[in-house]
Nanobody, 120 residues
């Protein structure tokens, strides 16, 4: 089970850090990712990181502003979000998979989302 937390309300230009903790299984060998969905819009790939952190990929809209990282000892993956924009407002989901992919329907395990709202 994946549980995301850390969302909230922030002003444009601000920062938030999301966390995703796994229970019931170890994340050590899984690729971890973040996907978001804004109201009325399709899901959007945000970021992914492989098991040792050596392979990282970001969606174009967050490159240079968001940073994904993981702490395998804590079974946790993070998403540091800086320079937030109103268009970053969405529900953010963490997900796990065997491979790094930006194709959303290939992500195997999904967690509950956490809401991020960025005010202008």
């Amino acid at each position: 089970q994946l549980q995301a937390c850390g969302g909230g309300l922030v002003q444009a230009g601000g920062s938030l850090r999301l966390s995703c903790v796994a229970s019931g299984r170890t994340l050590n060998m899984y690729v971890m990712g973040w996907i978001r969905q804004a109201p009325g819009k399709e899901r959007e790939f945000v970021a992914a990181i492989n098991w040792n952190g050596r392979i990282i990929t970001y969606g174009d809209s967050v490159k240079g502003r968001f940073t994904i990282s993981r702490d395998n000892a804590k079974n946790t993956v993070y998403l540091q979000m800086n320079s937030l924009k109103p268009e970053d407002t969405a529900t953010y989901y963490c997900a796990a998979n065997e491979i790094v992919t930006t194709t959303l329907n290939q992500w195997r395990y999904w967690g509950q989302g956490t809401q991020v709202t960025v005010s202008s």
